[in-house]
């Protein structure tokens, strides 16, 4: 570093030095600011916390209220906007329009009202009073009759909301000088006012639409009327939309299920089209993927049973002896574990669903646990008839009745059926498996030392075939305690 260098650098930091002492003093006054300010923060974080759970509350009660399905929402979308727009309107329309439109009428009549009685009390000759009776009947379109020795009634009831006899009573006030009284209910056409005078009482007659604004209720007519229409209409149009977005999901999950979405073909938006032939190509090809997989095993297990095959007449040709017999043991072992493999690589995608009766079905798969020698019981609740795959459930069932029988004395296998889910529970008695090794039994080729899937000449694979085959459905399959004393499975699938 050069000198000039070294000058520059000590008077920057002189410079901060300096910057710093002068803010000491500003640092130290806000000192007790924040040393008085602290209680009231404590005091109000409570009540922000208080807030922030009454929030919550708020978002949870809201979410629960508000409609699940994307066509519901949609139409909340479209008609709470439509809703305050109309609300907003007719506010600022009775605000405004009609409340000022009523009250010049009602200023109006109540300023002929004035100039009647002012006429009739400068001329009190009954013959002038005529004059003006008729006068003002034929060009104002009042009705005035005057009645002598009379006095004005006692007010009566004043109607809880009226705009009209608000307004009027206000605008007459306002003017008249004299006792009077109104009555805005009595006759729903007309207005009748009273006003003293020295010996009788001028009684006035008007129509109520020359004090009214009566035709109020045809612009909230025209207003709801086509609020209706655009609704009509726009449930329509949202209705259109939403069905391709349907059909897309119910294809999704009927593809999840194996099963086939008959005229199923891509339609409404744009975007929703992209979504349905993305779908469809990827259906494609992960049929295509199963359809390779499945000619590759047929021609591994076409191989592979040749060669047993040929083992098996090699040794058939030999002499019995206990080596034989031993390498006989060993070629059926291969051989039930070559089935073993290929069921778990096959995985029965391409199974048609039928529709099967599942409590038969059940008994059967009963009857074959008893001839096994195990105790066995079947039950089933529901209507039995439900689409399923028909091999792919039966061995998901078998292999955990199976696994059931061979680890315990005594099965229970119940099934039942709802409007949404088949249910099948299979109960044994058995030392069942630890809570938490219940998720690694379903890996593929696991095989516990003291596990209920280490079956004699087993592969590890019988229940990952059956979680595999529910899976297949739509469903799954759990593992938890069973009343028995021993391993509750359960298989839950839609239907």
């Not at 439509?82 to 600022?92: E, N, R, T």
């Not at 025209?222 to 209705?239: D, H, N, P």
């Not at 060669?307 to 072992?333: M, P, Q």
């Not at 008893?370 to 529901?382: M, Q, T």
């Amino acid at each position: 570093m050069s000198l000039l260098d070294s000058f520059r650098f000590e008077g920057t930091l002189a410079r901060l030095r300096g910057m710093q002492d002068r803010l000491r003093p500003r640092a130290d006054w806000l000192r007790p600011v924040r040393e008085a300010l602290r209680p009231v923060g404590e005091r109000l974080s409570p009540v922000a916390e208080h807030i922030r759970r009454q929030n919550e509350r708020f978002g949870a009660w809201f979410n629960r209220v508000m409609p699940k399905g994307l066509y519901a929402r949609s139409l909340i979308i479209i008609v709470t906007p439509m809703v305050i727009l109309q609300s907003v309107l007719a506010f600022v329309f009775m605000e405004r329009h009609y409340n000022t439109v009523t009250r010049r009428l009602s200023a109006a009549v109540s300023q002929d009202v004035t100039a009647i009685v002012d006429l009739a009390t400068t001329f009190p000759d009954p013959a002038d009073r005529e004059k003006i009776r008729q006068i003002v009947q034929d060009r104002m379109g009042l009705s005035v009759d005057i009645l002598p020795g009379e006095r004005l009634p006692p007010p009566g009831p004043k109607p809880f909301f009226s705009i009209l006899d608000s307004n009027f009573t206000g605008e007459l006030g306002k003017r008249m000088r004299r006792p009077f009284w109104t009555d805005t209910v009595g006759n729903s056409n007309l207005i009748e006012v009273r006003v003293q005078l020295d010996d009788s009482v001028l009684r006035i007659f008007a129509r109520r639409s020359q004090a009214y604004l009566s035709n109020s209720h045809i612009f909230l007519v025209w207003m709801v009327g086509t609020s209706l229409v655009l609704l009509a209409v726009a449930i329509l149009f949202l209705r259109n939309q939403i069905k391709p977005i349907e059909a897309l999901a119910d294809a999704a999950e009927a593809f999840g299920k194996g099963r086939e979405a008959a005229g199923f073909r891509p339609r409404g938006a744009r975007e929703v089209r992209r979504a349905a032939h993305a779908f469809i190509e990827m259906k494609r090809r992960i049929e295509r993927q199963i359809e390779q997989r499945t000619i590759m095993l047929a021609g591994v297990s076409h191989d592979m049973r040749t060669i047993l095959t040929r083992f098996k007449l090699e040794l058939a040709l030999l002499d019995d002896g206990s080596e034989v017999d031993a390498l006989r043991k060993d070629v059926d072992e291969l051989q039930s574990m070559l089935e073993a493999y290929l069921a778990f690589a096959r995985d029965d995608n391409g199974e048609v669903p039928v529709e099967v009766d599942v409590a038969a079905m059940l008994d059967d798969i009963r009857f074959n646990a008893e001839r096994h020698g195990a105790s066995a019981n079947a039950s089933f609740r529901g209507p039995p008839l439900v689409t399923i795959r028909a091999d792919a459930f039966r061995r998901c069932i078998s292999n955990l009745v199976a696994n059931a029988w061979r680890h315990g004395q005594h099965v229970e296998i119940a099934g039942a059926r709802d409007a949404r889910w088949l249910i099948v529970t299979v109960d044994d008695d058995g030392p069942g498996i630890p809570p938490e090794q219940r998720d690694e039994v379903f890996r593929p080729f696991l095989r516990l030392d003291d596990a209920r899937n280490q079956d004699a000449g087993g592969s590890g694979l019988g229940l990952t075939i059956a979680r595999d085959a529910a899976r297949a459905h739509g469903g799954d399959i759990t593992l938890g305690d069973s009343p028995l004393g021993g391993l509750r499975a359960t298989v839950r699938i839609p239907v």
